[in-house]
């Protein structure tokens, strides 16, 4: 059995039965590409613990993968193979024997205040052509620091899920197919509100909230990435959108907010995926040093 061709019909039954996600469908993809490409091997019964092995070992020492990427690899085969055991093409996960290195705990990378209210100026006052543009990359930015949304999540932003009487985002199917209402600050709704105004003024209809300038169509990921570039270049601050992500959380940390609400509103499924952010937040870590009860003996 060709094993790539297996590998598209166990996609096929993780996207319609188990409702995985595509990014997550094409990692899968991904990682039994690159096992069969570079271990030269097509079919199942090439599969040996040697060259999966063989695989692990060329990428740490050949590609010099992260730990990071050692796992995703890892773990995408570990259920590929699950599922072709439990479906007969197999005996035995050859995965279950490699042993994984330890998994680095970093703390995530994060703007700090003054480096994020400047990238808000940039993008407000950047020398756009359209009134349109500069209202729409304000609210975007706005949004991604003000409520911590995805990249996915912002693109398929419905502008029925945009609810600024009542301050609240509706986020529709988030990372684990999982919904989430996000309460937004009076600041965000005031980008949002702006930038829904000139969205009506120019007759945009399309049901995606963030709207591309030519055509009745939603902002798409490949518009967000060269604005992302644009941004960059014009303010020389470096970041992604993740770690736009991460600022939101270190700063609502700094401002009080409890450690069980931000996990919700961040959709975290495990709340330790939240508490790394205790440790990135200095300012929060000190608050908490004052509540010593000696600190008043001197």
């Not at 990378?109 to 359209?130: C, D, F, G, S, W």
């Not at 706005?142 to 949304?149: K, M, V």
């Not at 993740?242 to 939101?248: D, E, P, S």
């Amino acid at each position: 059995m060709d094993i790539e061709i297996l590998c598209q019909k166990f996609c096929d039954y993780s996207s319609s039965i188990r409702g995985y996600a595509v990014n997550t469908l094409k990692r899968y993809k991904q990682a039994v590409h690159y096992y069969c490409k570079f271990m030269h091997v097509s079919e199942m019964s090439q599969i040996t613990d040697e060259n999966v092995r063989g695989l692990f070992f060329y990428g740490r020492t050949e590609r010099n993968w992260s730990v990071a990427t050692f796992y995703v690899y890892h773990k995408s085969l570990l259920v590929f193979f699950r599922w072709c055991i439990k479906n007969g093409y197999m005996i035995k996960n050859p995965i279950l024997d490699i042993e994984r290195p330890r998994l680095e705990r970093k703390l995530p990378p994060k703007l700090t205040k003054q480096a994020t209210l400047h990238l808000l100026e940039i993008v407000y006052n950047y020398p756009y052509e359209y009134k349109f543009l500069r209202y729409r990359n304000h609210a975007i930015f706005s949004t991604f620091i003000f409520a911590g949304l995805r990249k996915n999540e912002l693109i398929h932003l419905k502008y029925t899920d945009v609810d600024i009487e009542n301050l609240t985002l509706f986020i529709r199917q988030g990372k684990g197919n999982k919904d989430r209402v996000v309460p937004i600050s009076y600041t965000l709704a005031q980008s949002l509100k702006r930038y829904k105004e000139e969205r009506k003024r120019l007759d945009k209809t399309n049901p995606e909230f963030f709207s591309s300038l030519r055509g009745n169509i939603g902002f798409t990921e490949n518009g967000l990435k060269k604005l992302v570039e644009q941004v960059r270049k014009s303010s020389k601050i470096v970041f992604t959108i993740h770690k736009l992500r991460h600022t939101f959380a270190t700063l609502m940390l700094e401002g009080g907010c409890d450690i069980y609400s931000l996990s919700r509103i961040m959709g975290h499924s495990d709340i330790k995926t939240t508490t790394i952010y205790l440790s990135a937040s200095a300012e929060h870590l000190r608050g908490q040093m004052t509540k010593h009860p000696l600190n008043d003996l001197c």
